[in-house]
Nanobody, 122 residues
Framework: QVQPVESGGGLVQAGDSLRLSCTAS????????MGWFRQAPGKERDFVAG????????DYADSVKGRFTISRDDAKNTVYLQMNSLNPEDTAVYFC???????????????WGQGTQVTVSS
């Protein structure tokens, strides 16, 4: 089993940047695709970004393309989400998840972190 743990959330102003980290303990990290999702109050959990096992393929939600970047450091068992030009619509709890491959839907992910809050003020 792989247990992801997120960190790096916080309160920022519109236009600021923030980097989220997700460290996964357990089985071989570099066998798995990783993803970031977010969930705002009263809304469904939405895909944000995904990366495949070797880091060569990535995918992003249209709403974050050009602003967010997902990357991974297998030596540290960590995946990152660099978020630039944040706006209030990015406010949500951000979740890290582990998949057998790069995927874009909640049901394709096997293991989930507890989430980290990101709040963007206007």
């Amino acid at each position: 089993q792989v247990q992801p743990v997120e960190s790096g959330g916080g309160l920022v102003q519109a236009g600021d940047s923030l980097r989220l980290s997700c460290t996964a303990s357990g089985r071989t990290f570099n066998n798995y695709g990783m993803g970031w999702f977010r969930q705002a109050p009263g809304k469904e959990r939405d895909f944000v970004a995904g990366i495949n096992w070797d880091g060569r393929n990535t995918d992003y939600a249209d709403s974050v393309k050009g602003r967010f970047t997902i990357s991974r450091d297998d030596a540290k068992n960590t995946v990152y989400l660099q978020m630039n030009s944040l706006n209030p619509e990015d406010t949500a709890v951000y979740f890290c998840a582990v998949s057998g491959t790069m995927a874009t839907t909640v049901r394709e992910y096997l293991y989930w972190g507890q989430g980290t809050q990101v709040t963007v003020s206007s």
